[in-house]
């Protein structure tokens, strides 16, 4: 039997997305399309679970930018 794979989606250009972890091996990717909706999601985030979140950044096609979100913060 093979194995399913583990991301059921394309990642969008221009979009900010961020992980987290729920359990051993299962982690849930959330997309927010504009920067200030993402950060203050992550910010939630953060204060209930800091442990298990994990900011990306903003897809640009190829990699992630804007991967520091200390300093994603500091722009807005």
Do not use: H
Not at 33 to 52: C, F, G, H, M
């Amino acid at each position: 039997m093979s194995r399913p794979r583990t991301k059921k989606f394309e990642f969008g250009k221009g979009i900010y997305y961020f992980n987290i972890r729920k359990g051993f091996n299962n982690n849930i990717t959330i997309k927010r399309i504009e920067k200030k909706t993402a950060v203050d999601a992550y910010r939630s985030y953060l204060k209930t679970q800091p442990e298990n979140c994990n900011w990306l950044g903003k897809w640009d096609g190829k990699k992630f930018t804007e991967d520091n979100f200390d300093k994603v913060v500091e722009t807005l």
